[in-house]
Nanobody, 113 residues
Framework: QMQLVESGGGLVQPGGSLRLSCAAS????????MNWYRRAPGKEREWVAS????????TYADSVKGRFTISRDNAKNTVYLQMNSLKPEDTAVYYC??????WGQGTQVTVSS
């Protein structure tokens, strides 16, 4: 059974950092590119970042470029999102997804003083 479980969210002050994790199971993780998305309150879900199956060619939405870093550890079947210089507008539920998976439950990130 394919499963993606996001973790690492929380409450952080503006300018702070968080690292999100997404643990995958039930499929051959190393075969697939992985993506992070987010949904802010009252907004549509938006793409945040992607990484290829080998960890090459990370790409980012303009809104997070230079602040967020996507990475993966294929030995641990896990993809990460390091988030630095967080802003209140980064407040959202963050999801990981691959092309063959359903949406997980997400992890809440709240940036507030």
């Amino acid at each position: 059974q394919m499963q993606l479980v996001e973790s690492g969210g929380g409450l952080v002050q503006p300018g702070g950092s968080l690292r999100l994790s997404c643990a995958a199971s039930g499929f051959t993780f190393s075969y697939y590119g992985m993506n992070w998305y987010r949904r802010a309150p009252g907004k549509e879900r938006e793409w945040v970042a992607s990484i290829t199956s080998t960890g090459s060619w990370p790409t980012y939405a303009d809104s997070v470029k230079g602040r967020f870093t996507i990475s993966r550890d294929n030995a641990k079947n896990t993809v990460y999102l390091q988030m630095n210089s967080l802003k209140p507008e980064d407040t959202a539920v963050y999801y990981c997804k691959t092309s063959i998976s359903a949406w997980g439950q997400g992890t809440q990130v709240t940036v507030s003083s």
